[in-house]
């Protein structure tokens, strides 16, 4: 008898899969490339997880049935693959149409200066001249408001065709919106996680954003259910991890860099920005003091071979910007403003080249707009 692959497809369908009770054929498991060489058949099961616990009494019973209703002249050859489509993580509606990248900054862990990277990156951004909006997503310590200096701003809604929209704050050329804007940031610690994440995702959609080349998520610490919650609901164009040179913040950033990198997040890492990076004294200008060990991060960057985007010593202004409402990239003619508008450019300059390598169509024209 001629053997074809419908003839196999039939056979298969005998089969089914204890999980769901679905035959194996039905559910998509089997992979379209069924090979025929004479009397030998090779066929490929695919599964979602490698250690599916039903793969290997598939693969037999699947042997069996098409002995059974093939002939006992097959001579079988059964694979288990991987289902690389049901492993996509799920595409996010596109929000924020009128946004053409947006950009994730994160960190292993608190105090490393992930905010004051986010913040001064959106100055340094709106400095070389393009559209830029902050959403302070540390939901559990937003310090945006007091950055900017924007402690007791309360924005208000608007009406946008028909909607009614949060108005985001504007300061130093940059869009921004964070809860700390809605609650007292001392209450914000005891959110529970889903209410953290509805308020967010209203943060992003019922805001009226308008056009933006660069949308900066100032993300919380570590890895948390906010860091899903903003896969899940916007379309990531890149991840920035912010760390200390320091060997125990470089092993939490090596974790977040993972996880971005992890099927579930899937989110392309544009760059670590090592901050804290040295210290020198005013006094002694031409002094630097590692407190916190050397080139730390341009090893990890190296080692897991992703850009070094900056290195930002530790500077008083810096600080002091920090708490006086105005960062220092405002001043880009200082050494720290020029370190932050370098970063700047090197950041817009990722987003460049990682658009350059996407298909025609979704490419991002990431001029000044
Ligand atoms: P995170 O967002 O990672 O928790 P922050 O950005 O809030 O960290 O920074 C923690 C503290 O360190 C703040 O007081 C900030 O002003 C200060 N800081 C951050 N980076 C620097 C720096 N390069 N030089 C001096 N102070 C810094």
């Given at each position: 008898m001629a053997l074809y692959p419908q003839l196999i497809l039939d056979a298969l369908k005998h089969v089914r899969y204890p999980g769901n009770g679905v035959d194996i054929v039905t559910a998509?498991?089997?992979?379209?490339?069924?090979?025929?060489?004479g009397n030998k058949v090779s066929f490929s099961l695919l599964l979602d997880k490698p250690n599916d616990p039903f793969a290997k009494s598939l693969v037999k019973a699947s042997e069996q049935a098409i002995l059974t209703y093939v002939g006992k002249e097959v001579d079988i050859v059964g694979n288990i693959g991987i289902n690389y489509k049901t492993q996509?993580?799920?595409?996010?509606?596109?929000?924020?149409?009128?946004?053409?990248?947006?950009?994730?900054?994160?960190?292993?862990?608190?105090?490393?200066?992930?905010?004051?990277?986010?913040?001064?990156?959106?100055?340094?951004?709106?400095?070389?001249?393009?559209?830029?909006?902050?959403?302070?997503?540390d939901i559990f310590g937003p310090s945006v408001p007091k950055m900017f200096g924007l402690e007791d701003a309360r924005p208000y809604l608007e009406p946008v065709e028909g909607r009614e929209l949060i108005r985001p704050e504007e300061k130093y050329g940059v869009k921004m919106l964070s809860i700390g804007f809605f609650v007292d940031p001392n209450n914000a610690v005891l959110w529970r996680g889903g209410m953290a994440s509805n308020a967010l995702k209203q943060l992003i959609s019922d805001a009226n954003w308008g056009e933006l080349d660069f949308f900066i998520v100032d993300l919380p610490p570590g890895t948390s259910d906010i860091h899903l919650t903003m896969v899940q609901t916007v379309a990531i164009t890149g991840a920035i991890v912010v760390s200390t040179p320091q060997e125990?913040?470089?092993?939490?950033?090596?974790?977040?860099?993972?996880?971005?990198?992890?099927?579930?997040?899937?989110?392309?890492?544009?760059g670590l920005v090592e901050n804290m990076a040295w210290f020198t004294p005013a006094e002694l200008p031409n002094n630097k003091y590692y407190l916190f060990g050397k080139?730390?991060?341009?090893?990890?960057?190296?080692?897991?071979?992703?850009?070094?985007?900056?290195?930002?010593?530790?500077?008083?202004?810096?600080?002091?910007?920090?708490?006086?409402?105005?960062?220092?990239?405002?001043?880009?003619?200082?050494i720290t403003g020029q370190a932050f508008a370098e970063l700047a450019r090197k950041v817009a300059r990722q987003v460049e080249i990682r658009n350059e390598t996407l298909p025609e169509t979704k490419k991002v024209d990431v001029k000044r707009g």
């Amino acid at each position: 008898m001629a053997l074809y692959p419908q003839l196999i497809l039939d056979a298969l369908k005998h089969v089914r899969y204890p999980g769901n009770g679905v035959d194996i054929v039905t559910a998509g498991m089997v992979d379209d490339n069924i090979r025929i060489e004479g009397n030998k058949v090779s066929f490929s099961l695919l599964l979602d997880k490698p250690n599916d616990p039903f793969a290997k009494s598939l693969v037999k019973a699947s042997e069996q049935a098409i002995l059974t209703y093939v002939g006992k002249e097959v001579d079988i050859v059964g694979n288990i693959g991987i289902n690389y489509k049901t492993q996509l993580p799920p595409q996010p509606e596109k929000l924020l149409p009128q946004v053409k990248n947006i950009i994730a900054v994160s960190s292993g862990k608190g105090g490393v200066g992930k905010s004051t990277v986010s913040s001064n990156l959106a100055v340094a951004l709106a400095n070389e001249g393009y559209k830029v909006g902050l959403l302070d997503a540390d939901i559990f310590g937003p310090s945006v408001p007091k950055m900017f200096g924007l402690e007791d701003a309360r924005p208000y809604l608007e009406p946008v065709e028909g909607r009614e929209l949060i108005r985001p704050e504007e300061k130093y050329g940059v869009k921004m919106l964070s809860i700390g804007f809605f609650v007292d940031p001392n209450n914000a610690v005891l959110w529970r996680g889903g209410m953290a994440s509805n308020a967010l995702k209203q943060l992003i959609s019922d805001a009226n954003w308008g056009e933006l080349d660069f949308f900066i998520v100032d993300l919380p610490p570590g890895t948390s259910d906010i860091h899903l919650t903003m896969v899940q609901t916007v379309a990531i164009t890149g991840a920035i991890v912010v760390s200390t040179p320091q060997e125990v913040a470089l092993a939490d950033a090596r974790k977040g860099i993972s996880m971005f990198m992890g099927e579930k997040v899937n989110v392309p890492i544009l760059g670590l920005v090592e901050n804290m990076a040295w210290f020198t004294p005013a006094e002694l200008p031409n002094n630097k003091y590692y407190l916190f060990g050397k080139e730390g991060c341009k090893r990890l960057a190296e080692e897991l071979n992703i850009p070094l985007l900056g290195q930002i010593p530790i500077v008083q202004s810096i600080c002091e910007g920090g708490d006086n409402g105005e960062p220092v990239a405002c001043n880009p003619d200082s050494i720290t403003g020029q370190a932050f508008a370098e970063l700047a450019r090197k950041v817009a300059r990722q987003v460049e080249i990682r658009n350059e390598t996407l298909p025609e169509t979704k490419k991002v024209d990431v001029k000044r707009g």
